[in-house]
């Protein structure tokens, strides 16, 4: 069993899904007895979508610290982590727009009956504040949710030693969540086996390739962010700094994003390569850095926006602009609350999708057909989040008088 736990989890999800492609190619329709697995698997993602969104929302807005002693660096750090994950999520809509990834996209599991109509615009916004906090919480009111725990956290900042037994609580219980999501991925290989196994035992191989669209949308919209946003505006434009010794200097920390998919593993080798490698001074690296880790998910809001446009597609659900508004508003807002932790984005795409209306099943369906191949492309999300960290941290360090620049031009050793 100990040998099962060492190999690497996307190894064991990639491995599951060639064995469910197998499995669903000599069995076919026989796949269905073990359908129950898969849905067993999307029930638990479910279950902790709503706990793990919400106190790791108010958990998020406590750890930027006292707002008066944050003062401008503060101010200017979140200010630009928001702008650039809004640029991250635009990025994505119009690729998702431009390339329809899920046009033509066959999802056999969800029953016509199982699209929702579309509610009223005036009608959604009021949802957004809850008359009972804890009736949103159980019916799962994503928006509301995040409203409520946006007003708490900014609360339990506000009053200081008073409340921190409550940001100690929601500490603790943020900790308890990414406990819980650490253990549901680690059964997602079984999860992954059976829906895979499903797809491609009903739908057929040919129904595995309708994902190299989406992968492909998602590679292109990583690499124009990091090079239009991060390296061209923020280095070249805003700083005048040289974009190639920026990727150099962040080299080592996004290999480390690559590999472990998680932007808080990775906060040791950010900070080094912050303070070593581009001249951030220790006292923006770690501020910015550890804020980041929690609220940047530049990488991550990119991709769930270009999911979320693709779940509407393949079920031919027509998008207005108010619900692309929708989608990049609540994309931002709930990638505060990201997990950083390896799948974490299916957490994410269930929540935004529940925003836009799509049913249970419907979210069901989206969810089993992308996790086989979620793992490869989180590993390239995290690196974004990570690139975008170090970016944003240069920028502060230059405005707070706190950046080297000679250390920043220095050669790198190979």
Request: charged fraction near 10%.
């Amino acid at each position: 069993m100990s040998i099962w736990f060492e190999i690497a989890l996307w190894k064991r999800i990639l491995g599951a899904m060639i064995l469910g492609v197998i499995v669903g190619v000599m069995f076919g329709d026989g796949v269905a007895s073990i359908a129950w697995i898969g849905d067993l698997f999307i029930r638990l993602i479910r279950m902790v979508v709503v706990p793990l969104v919400f106190v790791t929302l108010v958990s998020g807005v406590i750890s930027m610290g006292d707002p008066s002693k944050l003062g401008s660096l503060g101010v200017r750090t979140l200010a630009l982590y928001m702008v650039t994950t809004l640029v991250a999520i635009t990025i994505g809509l119009t690729l998702a727009a431009v390339l329809q990834p899920g046009v033509g996209v066959d999802l056999p599991a969800v029953a016509p009956s199982a699209v929702q109509e579309a509610v009223p615009l005036g009608e959604r916004l009021m949802d957004i504040v809850p008359e009972n906090p804890v009736a949103a919480l159980a019916e799962g009111n994503i928006l509301a949710i995040i409203f409520f725990a946006l007003l708490l956290g900014i609360s339990l900042l506000t009053i200081g030693q008073a409340g921190k037994p409550v940001a100690d609580f929601m500490a603790a219980a943020a900790e308890a969540m990414l406990r819980i999501t650490h253990w549901i991925m680690e059964v997602a290989p079984f999860g992954a086996f059976a829906l895979i196994a499903q797809l491609s035992g009903t739908a057929g191989v040919g129904a595995l390739l309708d994902v190299l669209t989406l992968a492909f949308a998602v590679v292109v919209g990583c690499a124009a962010h990091m090079i239009f946003m991060h390296g061209f505006i923020i280095m070249r434009v805003m700083f005048k700094l040289s974009v190639m010794n920026y990727f150099r200097g962040a080299r080592d920390a996004m290999l480390m994003a690559f590999s472990t998919s998680s932007s808080s593993a990775t906060l040791p080798i950010s900070m080094s390569c912050a303070e070593k490698n581009l001249g951030i001074k220790p006292v923006v690296a770690s501020t910015v850095l550890p804020l980041g880790a929690t609220i940047n998910m530049d990488g991550t809001a990119l991709y769930v926006g270009i999911v979320s446009v693709f779940a509407a597609q393949a079920f031919a659900i027509e998008l207005s602009l108010a619900d692309y508004f929708l989608i990049a508003g609540s994309t931002t807002l709930v990638s505060i609350g990201t997990a950083a932790v390896p799948g974490a984005s299916l957490f994410l795409i269930a929540a935004v999708m529940d925003a836009i209306g799509m049913s249970p099943q419907q979210n069901a369906a989206v969810v089993g057909f992308i996790l086989a191949f979620d793992r490869p492309l989180d590993m390239l999300r995290t690196s974004v989040n990570v690139g975008g960290d170090l970016s944003v941290s240069t920028a502060v360090a230059n405005w707070e008088g706190e950046f080297d620049r000679e250390a920043f031009d220095r050669p790198l050793k190979s």
